[in-house]
């Protein structure tokens, strides 16, 4: 299979796997806390990466293994906390749709720290992007008054740093196999997991016994094997088949997965929030849309 093709498959299958993630985000939390869900959720993917790629890490030179670094905390580590606390008082479809900004910072960040120029089209749909989340906010926190809509900033505050470890692996990880870089962002991530997870005490007597312990551990197994491992090595792969820009377009699809998963779950959506997210992937099509690009 071509490259064309294999990154469109990608996208597709990670736009499935990563709409999937947020509502099981919700699930793990009936029975976990913010910092114990995450904690877990890094130790078990930890251990299926170093299971099936320990060998990949031996050809990471000592100046990629910075950068190896700083992907796995800006990708992976910082995420995972920043989505469980935002889910205790936003939806899950919310959370979703508001991980579509990840094109629009994608194209902010690549220009102030790797100078990778833009067009006047990505300036606008940045604008255009940026104004639809701040409806979705506006709109959410009206319809949903017994949720906290600040910890929305939580999930704009993940897309910024995805938008980061999008433009590392493009600009300085190359020559690093996917698995590589998936299981040598876990070598930084394992330690302070597991003393999160020691201090937190998340497999502690009062957490195994409760109602719904052994159905968030579950569902944490799902997301940690698809939503963190598998996914992770697919997008380190598709971001090194395209672009950082294509890579992340996948957050087209995500939403749409996402809120499928909400209203079955009963989650509240009004069609002002459904133009919230038109015009956040609006914005994401004009970022995307191909035009002579401007140096500034």
Same mark, same amino acid.
């Given at each position: ?24 985000? /919700?699930?793990?939390?009936?029975? @976990? ?14 251990? @299926? ?7 990949? !890490? ?38 979703? !749709? ?16 790797? /100078?990778?120029? @833009? ?83 998340? &497999? ?32 380190? /792969? ?21 809120? @499928?998963?909400? &209203? &079955? ?32």
């Amino acid at each position: 299979m071509g490259d064309v093709n294999r990154k469109w498959l990608y996208l597709i299958v990670l736009s499935i796997i990563w709409g999937t993630s947020y509502i099981l985000i /919700k699930k793990g939390l009936e029975g @976990f806390t913010p910092i114990q869900l995450g904690s877990v959720r890094i130790v078990i993917t930890s251990f @299926f990466l170093f299971l099936v790629g320990y060998r990949s !890490i031996r050809n990471i030179s000592k100046k990629e293994w910075f950068w190896v670094g700083l992907s796995g905390l800006f990708g992976s580590f910082i995420p995972v906390f920043l989505f469980s606390y935002a889910e205790t008082e936003i939806d899950s479809g919310i959370a979703s !749709i508001l991980n579509s900004l990840v094109p629009l910072f994608t194209i902010i960040i690549g220009f102030m720290a790797f /100078k990778i120029a @833009f067009s006047r089209n990505q300036v606008v749909g940045v604008l255009v992007g940026l104004l639809g989340a701040i409806l979705l906010i506006y709109v959410g926190s009206d319809i949903n008054p017994n949720q906290n809509y600040w910890y929305a900033g939580l999930v704009v505050l993940a897309t910024i740093l995805y938008a980061c470890n999008a433009n590392i692996i493009k600009s300085k990880l190359q020559e690093v196999s996917p698995m590589g870089i998936a299981v040598g962002n876990f070598v930084f991530m394992l330690p302070p997991a597991l003393i999160l997870l020691f201090y937190s005490g998340a &497999l502690s007597a009062p957490v195994r016994e409760g109602t719904y312990f052994m159905s968030s551990l579950g569902y944490v197994l799902i997301l940690s094997i698809l939503g963190t491992c598998v996914a992770k090595v697919m997008f380190n /792969k598709l971001i090194q088949i395209s672009s950082p820009v294509f890579s992340v377009s996948v957050t087209y699809l995500i939403p749409i997965v996402g809120i @499928f998963w909400g &209203l &079955l779950d009963g989650e509240l959506f009004s069609v002002w929030q459904v133009g919230a997210a038109g015009i956040i992937l609006g914005g994401v099509y004009l970022v995307n849309k191909r035009k002579s690009v401007s140096q500034h």
